[in-house]
């Protein structure tokens, strides 16, 4: 069976943010800045190496960026579906599922909802046990 192009380049993505994550890609990535900074250093860091060198980093920079982008939102999607099916099992409430889904001052309010419920819980367990909360 065939592979799709997209199935392809994500998983060209995917192993390349696996060598980035390891410490044969800091390796890499070190080696090729001081190659640059040795070449640089040989050519007297004329201005056409300068501009190349540049050039290079950026790329080099968007493209890391891009791949470390890509790889969080592969794994935070996984995180999202394992947590939503240990709420889904568990005596919790699944009112918190796709809670992500939400923008930010409503997570945040969320947040702030289930501390003080947390915090109110553990007052009257403290309360119900004749202990008193600092």
């Given amino acids: ?6 199935s392809r380049i994500s998983g060209l993505i995917y ?4 060598f980035l994550s390891d410490w044969r890609g800091f390796v890499a990535t070190f080696v090729a800045l001081m190659v640059g900074i040795g070449i640089g250093a ?4 004329n201005e056409g190496f300068m501009f190349a060198f540049n ?3 950026s790329v080099a920079a968007i493209v890391i960026s891009g791949v ?3 790889a ?3 794994s935070e999607a996984a995180l999202h579906v394992k947590l939503d099916y240990l709420i889904e099992h568990s005596p919790a409430t699944n009112k918190v599922v796709g809670l992500e889904h939400l923008d930010a001052r409503e997570i945040e309010e969320e947040r702030k909802r289930v501390e003080r419920e947390a915090a109110e819980a553990i007052d009257d367990a403290m309360e119900d046990a ?3 909360r600092h």
């Fill in 1 to 6: 069976m065939k592979q799709a192009p997209s």
């Fill in 15 to 18: 192993r390349l943010a696996d």
């Fill in 42 to 45: 040989a050519v007297q860091f």
């Fill in 55 to 57: 050039i290079f980093l």
């Fill in 68 to 70: 470390i982008l890509v």
């Fill in 72 to 74: 969080g939102a592969r």
């Fill in 130 to 132: 004749g202990l008193k």
